[in-house]
């Protein structure tokens, strides 16, 4: 009990002040996503008077039925799932070889290839060329636009080059006695050695291709093609001139919902899978995080 008033005693009054303005913080930040998950799961017409804040008044799962009876909001997350998957991966492949190759001073060009990416990060040729660039290549309409253009990232190489450059060179040495060539040094070695930023350029990948809206807006045309983000873009943007009422898609009955519960019961749909898959790479995301910030 001594120990224990000991600890409460030896907290300052600026601890206190700390303690409260974040737990400020957190209620800002949390209270918006609380809120949101409360208007969907009240009943559409019940949420048009206003005056919840906390509990659903009138439970009801009619929005989220309203979402999963779609078939269009189906497709768009099957489109979603897949781009995440395949691009994810590719990504996070394509991007560790080249850096993976960066890493060698005797690469050719090593020394201009790392100028050109660096200027990149902080110069692009604009969204018109960039246009006429996918559109020439016929990437417009077609599910690679999802794919090729976010194959490799600068900033994603660079903190796969100081992770593999902390790597012992004993490791390859041993692996070319034993007749390896590059590529299996890197994919049977180096690889299996690198999931912590592994882990950490997945998940920005992960996040980056789950809520990109962007892409589907500019270069996707076709219903089949188009994210659950765009479609939800598209929905909200759409909603904003009737805001009272949103018809019930097709094949599903004549019940009308409220297009602000439809909305954010999509939200919650589409943030959901993400914020689940965080939790098991975040021990990973924060060791990958600090690569390269300490020696030893």
């Known amino acids: 009990m001594k120990q224990q008033k000991c600890k409460l005693n030896s907290y300052s009054f600026g601890d206190y002040m700390i303690f409260i303005i974040m737990a400020i913080v957190c209620f800002v930040a949390l209270y918006p996503v609380w809120y949101t998950i409360v208007i969907s799961f009240n009943d559409s017409s019940d949420s048009l008077r206003g005056g919840i804040y906390w509990w659903p008044r009138k439970f009801s799962i009619e929005s989220y039925r309203t979402v999963f009876q779609d078939k269009t909001i189906t497709r768009a997350f099957l489109v979603t799932i897949a781009r995440t998957v395949i ?110 930023v592994v882990a950490t350029i997945a998940l920005f990948n992960g996040v980056g291709h789950w809520n990109d809206y962007f892409t589907g807006v500019m270069y996707i045309n076709k219903a089949a093609l188009q994210p659950i983000q765009t479609y939800l873009y598209r929905v909200v943007a759409s909603a904003s001139a009737s805001k009272s009422v949103v018809a019930m898609p097709a094949g599903i009955s004549a019940q009308q919902v409220s297009s602000t519960s439809v909305r954010l019961a999509t939200m919650v749909v589409t943030t959901t899978p993400i914020v689940c898959v965080y939790p098991f790479l975040q021990r990973y995301f924060v060791k990958g995080f600090m690569v390269g910030s300490i020696k030893g």
């Open 87 to 196: 691009g994810t991966v590719t990504s996070v492949f394509f991007t560790s070889m080249v850096a993976y190759a960066f890493c060698k001073k005797h690469i050719m060009g090593n020394k201009f290839y790392m100028v050109l990416g660096t200027i990149t990060m902080f110069f692009g040729g604009g969204l018109i060329p960039y246009f006429i660039l996918i559109k020439n290549i016929g990437l417009y309409d077609n599910f690679l636009v999802y794919i090729i253009p976010s194959l490799f990232n600068f900033y994603n190489a660079i903190i796969f080059m100081s992770f593999f450059r902390e790597m012992s060179p004993a490791l390859e040495e041993s692996a070319k006695l034993d007749g390896a060539n590059d590529f299996i040094i890197f994919v049977r070695i180096i690889l299996p050695l690198s999931m912590p």
